[in-house]
């Protein structure tokens, strides 16, 4: 079992940047793969950005470029930078591991 608590979402520009950080705490010793997932109204739950314990990431192609994934592998606690936003970034942002979820961070992007 593992908590997940995520934090740092809130209002900014089109154009600017969030740091969005997600602190694990339970049986974080057998954690793997981490990752962000968000969800805008009407639509499903997307997978944003994942990274393993050994580093390696995966994007989805409408962050590429953008987003950065990274954890902090002793700690476990995960990040998520995001640069250029656009509005249609505008969502509640999920971390993930192991099946568990945490509250969500609501990220929205004004025009």
């Known amino acids: 079992q593992v908590q997940l608590v995520e934090s740092g979402g809130g209002l900014v520009q089109a154009g600017g940047s969030l740091r969005l950080s997600c602190v694990p705490s339970g049986s974080i010793f057998s954690i793997n793969v981490m990752g962000w997932y968000r969800q805008a109204p009407g639509k499903e739950r997307e997978l944003v950005a994942m990274?393993?314990?050994?580093?390696?990431?995966t994007y989805a192609e409408s962050v590429k470029g953008r987003f950065a994934i990274s954890r902090d592998n002793p700690k476990k606690t995960m990040y998520l930078q995001m640069n250029g936003l656009k509005p249609e970034d505008t969502a509640v942002y999920y971390c993930w591991t192991r099946g568990d979820w945490g509250q969500g961070t609501q990220v929205t992007v004004s025009s």
């Open positions: 990274i393993t314990s050994g580093g390696r990431t």
